[in-house]
């Protein structure tokens, strides 16, 4: 039986429910990233009382510090991490091909050295997996190389038939029970490539199928013209992932593609760096124009940052390095964020995602000038459909 159903459609979109060992998860969804068994500045609880269904771990982290045996001997990630509900795991390959210099590729796998002390390290498909397995993660991502986007052609190639050797071979290896495990589609942004590559990967039994690749530095359209035209042929049956993306333009993009699923370390990350999203824009909390503004990051938004404080505290915390700014601007991001996909859901199920993705755009909050401004409305290309 499948583990994801299709609940709603509406155009591309697709609302549904992936069923994992730890619970269901509604999509589309946005995973928040745990790279170190947490969520940085926030607990489980806070992860918990945002409404977050499922978290991503990683697996290149983990396996160095503080080791996977050794999660496992602690009653495995989600014991160690105190989360009930569902983990995904990322398989190491996108940390370990980032590492560039400090990495050599052979047909079995990758040696590399540790950022941590240096020491020699090895991943293969099947060490990935066995440490993914020791996790317990509820869904495993299979062990896939990811060439830089500017890499050349033959690079691009040989590496898309190795993940699918390794794909395989990460099929063959044992799993946690009830684990779930979702290939990944490479290619780069050339769509021949990508489809071919989507046909090698969506003939092996995965439950779930991710596309890799992409937000690594290619510019937003081009990015956004892949997905466009190879969501929508990725296995009907099967959850649909797109790895590492993005702004919230970016997300509703991906969800009118057909897209299910969704990580980014950019909520998170952009929140430590004083950079909140409210709808339509961002706030920059360092801008000394909010040192005595008493009204909220977003009057309308409900989390405990926007509900008890004003933009003047959180520029005073954000100034002095306060730990307290580190936690509310988290906790008022991945608000922001799980707060769009949910209203993306219902608008899907009501046949309205149309509207709901012009309103999000649309709307401009109190915002700063944006260096890298969201666009002002959907593609036009959308209105065809
Ligand atoms: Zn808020």
């Not at 969506?202 to 190879?230: C, K, N, R, Y």
């Amino acid at each position: 039986m499948s583990a994801f159903r299709v609940l709603a459609r509406d155009g591309g979109a697709r609302a549904g429910v992936l069923s994992t060992a730890h619970g269901d998860v509604q999509t589309p969804v946005f995973m928040p990233v745990g790279t170190q068994a947490t969520v940085k500045a926030v607990s489980s609880g806070d992860l918990r009382e945002l409404g977050a269904e499922i978290v991503l771990g990683n697996t290149y982290h983990l396996a160095l510090r503080p080791g996977a045996a050794s999660v496992r001997e602690l009653g495995g990630l989600h014991r160690f991490m105190a989360w009930r509900r569902a983990i995904l795991t990322d398989s190491g390959g996108f940390q370990v091909f980032s590492l560039r210099e400090r990495r050599k590729v052979d047909e079995d796998g990758v040696t590399f050295r540790s950022h941590l002390d240096g020491s020699e390290q090895r991943l293969t498909p099947e060490i990935a997996m066995a440490i993914q397995a020791d996790l317990g993660s509820d869904i495993a991502m299979a062990f896939d190389e990811c060439p830089p986007a500017n890499a050349p052609n033959a690079e691009i190639d040989a590496a898309m038939a190795r993940t699918t050797r390794w794909a395989a071979r990460s099929l063959e290896a044992p799993r946690a029970p009830g684990q779930l495990r979702f290939g990944i589609v490479q290619g780069a942004v050339d769509l021949a490539r990508r489809r071919a590559h989507l046909a090698a990967i969506s003939a092996l039994p995965f439950d779930g199928f991710a596309l890799g690749g992409l937000g690594v530095g290619e510019p937003p359209d081009v990015m956004h013209a892949v997905v466009d035209a190879i969501a929508p042929e990725m296995p009907e049956q099967s959850a649909r992932y797109l790895m590492g993306v993005g702004t919230p333009a970016d997300l509703l993009a991906g969800i009118a593609a057909g897209i299910d699923m969704f990580d980014c370390v950019m909520p998170t990350r952009n929140a430590r760096n004083g950079q909140l999203f409210v709808r339509g824009g961002r706030v920059n909390i360092g801008n000394t124009r909010h040192r005595h503004d008493p009204e909220p990051i977003d009057a309308g938004c409900p989390c405990e940052c926007c509900a008890n404080y004003s933009r003047a505290y959180l520029s005073h915390l954000f100034h002095a390095k306060e730990l307290l700014y580190y936690r509310l601007a988290t906790v008022h991001n991945l608000r922001h964020y799980l707060d769009l996909m949910a209203g993306a859901r219902a608008a899907i199920t009501n046949g309205t995602l149309r509207r709901y993705w012009a309103n999000y755009l649309a709307t401009r909050g109190p915002s700063d000038p944006d260096p890298d401004p969201l666009p002002v409305s959907p593609p036009s290309a959308f209105d065809a459909t």
